[in-house]
């Protein structure tokens, strides 16, 4: 994935919307509150201060950044292994950025019974099923990032932008 095409990508949907994964998304909140954390927490030091201020530039350049409650479960449900003495702080910024995001539900039940939902499990598939040519998918997973290409679902793996350093 080249800079171009990258770059291609996030013009062709920056009015529609960007739909980031559940640990972008948890890089971004952590980031957001302390960036700092990204290196001692260990659900995030695999990244950097550095991706995270590439993936604030990215974020903040769409219009509109959608969710689903399955990302968001996911998201604060890893952000609970934060210290005690973070959390009271750090939730009252997660309330804030959720309250930025346009969360779509689907129902558990007809997520399920997608195709995807054997391989990719209940997150992943409410991400195949929101994303459907509506939206840039934005994650770090290799396994989806090639399926959402495969299917013809516009997508960026966060690993390539760290890559071509962005």
Not at 37 to 46: D, E, G, N, Y
Request: glycine share 2%; with cysteine.
């Amino acid at each position: 994935m080249t800079k171009k095409y990258i770059e291609k990508l996030i013009f062709k949907y920056r009015n529609k919307g960007i739909l980031p994964d559940s640990n972008i998304l948890l890089v971004y909140f952590i980031g957001s509150y302390n960036e700092n954390l990204i290196s001692s927490f260990k659900r995030t030091k695999i990244f950097t201060i550095e991706d995270f201020k590439t993936l604030s530039k990215i974020i903040n350049y769409f219009s509109k950044v959608y969710t689903t409650p399955n990302i968001l479960t996911e998201v604060s449900n890893l952000s609970n292994q934060l210290p005690e003495k973070t959390k009271i702080k750090y939730y009252e910024e997660f309330k804030k950025h959720v309250s930025l995001l346009n969360e779509n539900y689907f129902e558990s039940n007809i997520i399920c019974n997608t195709s995807h939902f054997n391989k990719y499990g209940l997150t992943d598939a409410s991400i195949i099923e929101l994303s459907q040519k509506k939206y840039l998918v934005l994650t770090d997973d290799l396994k989806l990032s090639n399926y959402l290409n495969t299917i013809g679902i516009d997508v960026i793996n966060f690993n390539h932008i760290r890559m071509i350093n962005w």
